[in-house]
Each structure stands twice: as structure tokens, then as C-alpha cells.
Nanobody
Framework: QIHIVESGGGLVQPGEPLTLSCVAS????????MSWWRQAPGKGRELVAG????????NYGNSVQGRFTISRDNDKNTVYLQMNNLIPEDTAVYYC??????WGPGTQVTVSS
């Protein structure tokens, strides 16, 4: 059974950094691409960043390009999302997505002064 848990969310001020973590189990982690998504209040879920199984291929949503970095540690079954220069528009629940359309419960990120 696939199990995904995100952590690292919180309240930060504009311009500050924050790093999210996603720990997964129940499948061979190094065989699958992973991705981060987010959903702001009243909006649909949008892709933030994706990473291939070995981390050689990365892709980012237009709104976070150049500010966010996705990475993974296959020895730890963990995907990270490093977020820099956060702005209020980044406020959302951030979700990690794995194989077979599996999702974690999400972690809240709030950017506010």
C-alpha cells in the first residue's frame, strides 16, 4: 500500500525561504517520478514541480520557475521542494504525488507579513 506524507509547511514572511519534504513508502521509490502540486483557496490544484525517477529530468510550473527547486534522495525515499523568495500568491496546501495517482494529505504553506 502506497503511503505519502508531506511535512515542512508553516507561516513565513514574504521573501523568506521554506523547504518541504515528502516521504513515500509502499513502492520502489527509485523507479518512479514524483511531483509537487498545490491548491490555493478557491482554486484548482496546479503542478508546482516534477522530478524523474533518478532526478535527471526536472520540470516546473511557470509561476515558480527560478524560485523553487525540486530534488530527491532515493536512499531516503524522500522528495524535497526548496522554495525561495516566497510571495503571498504561493499560499496554498502543497501536495506530493506518487505513482498510481497516489497523494499525501498535504501541508499548509502561508506567506504573509
Amino acid at each position: 500500500q502506497i503511503h505519502i506524507v508531506e511535512s515542512g509547511g508553516g507561516l513565513v514572511q514574504p521573501g523568506e525561504p521554506l523547504t518541504l519534504s515528502c516521504v513515500a513508502s509502499g513502492f520502489t521509490f527509485s523507479d518512479y517520478s514524483m511531483s509537487w502540486w498545490r491548491q490555493a483557496p478557491g482554486k484548482g490544484r496546479e503542478l508546482v514541480a516534477g522530478i524523474s525517477n533518478r532526478g535527471l529530468s526536472l520540470n516546473y510550473g511557470n509561476s515558480v520557475q527560478g524560485r523553487f527547486t525540486i530534488s530527491r534522495d532515493n536512499d531516503k525515499n524522500t522528495v524535497y521542494l526548496q522554495m525561495n523568495n516566497l510571495i503571498p500568491e504561493d499560499t496554498a496546501v502543497y501536495y506530493c504525488r506518487g505513482p498510481s495517482d497516489s497523494w499525501g494529505p498535504g501541508t499548509q504553506v502561508t506567506v504573509s507579513s
